[in-house]
């Protein structure tokens, strides 16, 4: 059993910047890759980032690269995400996401095998 917690949510004006992190417990086997999905409000879950247990493969959504960057320290069993340059359009609950196996596209969302509870971005023109 994997539990994920989020946090470092929270509201920033466009441009600014926030890191979220994603404290993860259990069998690492059970988390061979970890990442973020996020929905915003009337839309479905979209993937947004992907990191392989002890690195170094990542792959991020279109819409984030050159704005976000996972990372991770194993040492903490936490993975982050830093999002700078944010914008109105970023605004969502963004979901921390572990499994078994990595698909690095959006299509990884069919082998998740644990979620977090979430946490909130909200980003002002």
């Known amino acids: 059993q994997v539990q994920l917690v989020e946090s470092g949510g929270g509201s920033v004006q466009a441009g600014g910047s926030l890191r979220l992190s994603c404290a993860a417990s259990?069998?690492?086997?059970?988390?061979?890759?970890m990442g973020w999905f996020r929905q915003a409000p009337g839309k479905e879950r979209e993937w947004v980032s992907i990191i392989n247990h002890g690195g170094p493969h990542t792959a991020y959504a279109d819409s984030v690269k050159g704005r976000f960057t996972i990372s991770q320290n194993l040492a903490k069993n936490t993975v982050y995400l830093q999002m700078n340059s944010l914008k109105p359009e970023d605004t969502a609950m963004y979901y921390c996401a572990s499994g078994r196996v990595c698909v690095y596209t959006d299509s990884w969302y069919k082998y998740v095998d644990y979620w977090g509870q979430g946490t909130q971005v909200t980003v002002s023109s």
């Open positions: 259990g069998y690492s086997y059970d988390r061979n890759c």
